[in-house]
């Protein structure tokens, strides 16, 4: 599996930026694709995920209402519009798969998924 991650950037407080991650792999149709971050200093976090049809979602509270993760199962993409960005928002984000269904990413946490992407970084200013 590969995962291949890009968008993020600069943005001011309340803006708006979109993540996309193109995946590769004979399993990827039949698994789960999301995204973790880590802050400066912090652990890596679950932020969102969708499973293999895209119907299935969850999402950290941090970001719930703000943030919103689709999936194009034709081109095995996921994306990650991210709007009313805050400050604490600023983190590396990394694309990753799993077979695990989404709602279950924020209790299996970081060592349990399968594969990751390089991180982009999102810096939101204040």
């Known amino acids: 599996v590969q995962l291949q991650a890009s968008g993020g950037g600069l943005v001011q407080a309340g803006g708006s930026l979109r993540l996309s991650c193109a995946a590769s792999?004979?399993?990827?149709?039949?698994?789960?694709l999301g995204w973790f971050r880590q802050a400066p200093g912090k652990e890596r976090e679950f932020v969102a995920a969708?499973?293999?049809?895209?119907?299935?979602?969850s999402y950290a509270d941090s970001v719930k209402g703000r943030f919103t993760i689709s999936r194009d199962t034709a081109k095995n993409t996921v994306t990650l519009q991210m709007d009313s960005l805050k400050p604490e928002d600023t983190a590396v984000y990394y694309c990753?798969?799993?077979?695990?269904?989404?709602?279950?990413?924020?209790?299996?946490?970081?060592?349990?998924?399968?594969?990751w992407g390089r991180g982009t970084l999102v810096t939101v200013s204040s």
């Open positions: 990753a798969t799993d077979p695990y269904p989404p709602e279950g990413w924020q209790r299996i946490g970081t060592a349990a998924i399968n594969a």
């Open positions: 792999g004979r399993t990827i149709r039949s698994y789960s």
């Open positions: 969708v499973g293999w049809s895209g119907s299935r979602i």
